[in-house]
């Protein structure tokens, strides 16, 4: 049986490429016949609709599953363009957000409803608002690890320090066991000399926690979020559907080690 790991994609910083990132990753996770869940937890509900799915049609959000606390198997979308489930979102998820400064242990409800179906996901990807607020909160609870997608530019190394420092900060209070999945460089050009030098800057100070895969600025991948498809889908030639495979590649076989690793430990010690 599966035992589903949790990844948050996070970025406080908004438009570099956190939607695409979850809904691509998902989908080619899933092209590779694992069980995949991607929670929309963006009240925008980008990642909803780049799925194949209309968020003002469907009949149940995060919104049920964190406030009237609905099953997973009650609100989950199983017939998405990408092959893999989804939990949608919509503007009720901002209701939702609003709620949860109200309820008891509140940042544990997204833990709680994933705990009985963790083990039936290979991974559960989570699309975090870019912002810190209670719903980012409850997905850096529930998660395993963090995936941060960013742009090479100066700004975003500002934006990557702040996020360090608050994973860091919810690491010490709410799960200790979270942890830096890896760092994503998205819309890369590598004509574009800046580009090139914080991509250096990143490799210098994070090793091997920034992928060897890199997101291009891609036109087909832009385009695929409005014919409500993942890019492997709308034109899997492009070299953004590409990117994201590898990417998904990268992401098993660092899972896959990090297994064998923890079974060599579990039989030393027995």
């Known amino acids: 049986m599966p035992v589903g790991k949790i990844i948050a994609v996070a970025n406080q910083k908004g438009g570099v490429g956190k939607t695409t990132t979850a809904v691509n990753l998902a989908?080619?996770?899933?092209?590779?016949?694992?069980?995949?869940?991607?929670?929309?937890?963006?009240?925008?509900?980008?990642?909803?609709?780049?799925?194949?799915?209309?968020?003002?049609?469907?009949?149940?959000?995060?919104?049920?599953?964190?406030?009237?606390?609905?099953?997973?198997?009650?609100?989950?979308?199983?017939?998405?363009?990408?092959?893999?489930?989804?939990?949608?979102?919509?503007?009720?998820?901002?209701?939702?957000?609003?709620?949860?400064?109200?309820?008891?242990?509140?940042?544990?409800?997204?833990?709680?409803?994933?705990?009985?179906?963790?083990?039936?996901?290979?991974?559960?990807?989570?699309?975090?608002?870019?912002?810190?607020?209670?719903?980012?909160?409850?997905?850096?609870?529930?998660?395993?690890?963090?995936?941060?997608?960013?742009?090479?530019?100066?700004?975003?190394?500002?934006?990557?320090?702040?996020?360090?420092?608050?994973?860091?900060?919810?690491?010490?209070?709410?799960?200790?066991?979270?942890?830096?999945?890896g760092i994503l460089r998205t819309m890369y050009d590598p004509r574009n000399r800046l580009a090139n030098d914080v991509s250096e800057q990143l490799k210098r100070h994070f090793g091997d926690k920034v992928y060897r895969s890199v997101i291009p600025r891609n036109v087909r991948l832009a385009e695929a979020p409005s014919f409500g498809s993942p890019a492997m889908y709308y034109d899997k030639s492009s070299t953004g559907a590409k990117a994201y495979l590898a990417l998904a590649g990268e992401v098993l076989r660092k899972n896959d080690s990090t297994k064998k690793a923890q079974q060599v430990t579990a039989n030393a010690v027995d």
């Open 27 to 181: 989908a080619s996770l899933a092209a590779t016949k694992r069980k995949v869940l991607l929670i929309d937890l963006d009240p925008q509900g980008n990642a909803t609709m780049a799925s194949g799915v209309d968020k003002y049609k469907v009949h149940a959000t995060c919104y049920e599953l964190l406030i009237e606390e609905q099953s997973v198997e009650d609100v989950v979308i199983k017939e998405t363009s990408g092959l893999y489930h989804l939990i949608s979102a919509n503007a009720d998820v901002t209701a939702a957000e609003i709620k949860l400064m109200e309820v008891y242990a509140r940042e544990q409800r997204l833990k709680k409803a994933l705990e009985p179906v963790k083990d039936f996901y290979d991974f559960i990807i989570i699309d975090c608002p870019p912002s810190l607020n209670m719903l980012t909160v409850n997905a850096m609870t529930a998660a395993d690890s963090v995936l941060v997608p960013m742009q090479c530019e100066y700004y975003a190394l500002e934006g990557l320090t702040a996020l360090m420092d608050t994973i860091t900060k919810l690491t010490s209070v709410v799960n200790d066991k979270l942890h830096i999945e």
